[in-house]
């Protein structure tokens, strides 16, 4: 058989798998020979020190040495040595069931070009008793696949499902850089955020064969990388909503302030104008990185562009923005400048603090918020060249 009449590679990661690597490789070799699907096996080895590579060979793989350590590493390394039109990935430590290879491929058959598993029963799969930590199976897996769902419209249930398939041609357009854990997380963002055509099919879960060591999987680490990930995916999250959120409190400090509004027993005076100051000042850096950080989205592929975006960047520019940073910066010299010669007038003596404090702290707020504004300017014009 040619490279070029085989219709399905599957890949497995590996790394000191002996106990379960012949179980998952004569499964795979079973469905997908008793379905007619012309097939090979691609085992990335990832710097095992048992026998797991002449296992490989020896039931029919070909092994991909990969030197540099990481889930999405090996992933990355056995698909770009693979043949296959289609790729199927699974795990070695026999969790995933190998017999329901052919379901994969009968989706992929129909036009998808991702398809998913799913062990949760949310979409209709199954996780037997023992299989999955409690807290994996009701906290972080629901919870990832829920932001999954709702930052980035991804129509599946259970993120986390290392048993997929796609077709070569599409992973090769997703541009994957992960190379951990999270890495099965990052196709199915970059796979949502391109409208793929992506489909869930139910699976079971079954308990980790392995015997000699723990799962790989960590869980506060992965967990960590995985919320990181979805995070640094999605900046309206992370910086948009936090950012306008602090700004509106900064705002109201200040109608409270000068609009003489009492709260109870509480003046806000002073005080309140200087945390206020800070706190939308917080605000403001936040909502600027999310621009920054949506351009740099776009030109990674993480983010699909849209209209907003487009209309910002086409009234937004360095002149724009440099004009409206003088424009603060020179308000905030003028203010500072009033309260000197207040300063002065009272022979640089004491002051009536309450008074001078609502002239020098509005001044010093718009002083560092027109120099942050040309800076920002400089930058994000700087990263969104790429653009024009």
Known sequence: ?????????????????ADTLETCLQK??????????????????????DASPQIARSNGARVVAVSRRGYGSALMSGIE???GRYIIMGDADDSYDFLECPKFVKELRKGNELVQGCRLPSGGGTVLPGAMPWSHRWIGNPLFSFLARHWFSAPI??????????????????GLRCMGMEFATEMI?????REARISEIPISLHPDGRKAHAPHLK???????????????????????????????????????FGGIRIGPATPDAHTLLFSSAIFLCGYLSASFSFIMKTF?????????????????EWFNLER??????????????????????????????????????????GATLLTLGVQTCFFSFFSSSVGMWRK
Not at 168 to 173: A, C, I, L
Not at 229 to 242: A, E, T
């Open 1 to 17: 058989m040619s490279n070029s009449d085989i219709e399905v590679s599957v890949v497995i990661p590996c790394l000191n798998e």
């Open 28 to 49: 795979a070799h079973r469905s997908l020979s008793e379905a007619g699907i012309q097939y090979e096996i691609v085992v990335a080895d990832n710097g095992s020190t």
């Open 81 to 83: 040595a693979s043949h």
């Open 157 to 174: 249930h259970d993120i986390y499902c290392g048993l997929r398939a796609f077709t070569k041609e599409f992973y090769q357009q997703l």
């Open 189 to 193: 963002v970059k796979a949502s955020i």
């Open 219 to 257: 869980t506060i680490r992965d967990g960590w990388r995985t919320l990181r990930l979805l995070l640094m995916c999605s900046p309206h999250w992370l910086f948009v909503i936090p950012g306008l959120a602090l700004m509106l409190a900064g705002a109201l400090g200040y109608v409270l302030v």
């Open 297 to 313: 989205a776009l030109r990674e592929g993480w983010q699909k562009d849209s209209r907003l975006m487009g209309r910002l960047y």
């Open 321 to 362: 923005g440099l004009l409206a940073g003088l424009a603060c910066t020179f308000a905030g010299l003028a203010l500072m400048a009033w309260a000197i010669f207040r300063w002065a007038q009272a022979d640089f003596g004491e002051l009536d603090y309450r008074s001078t404090m609502r002239i020098a702290i509005p």
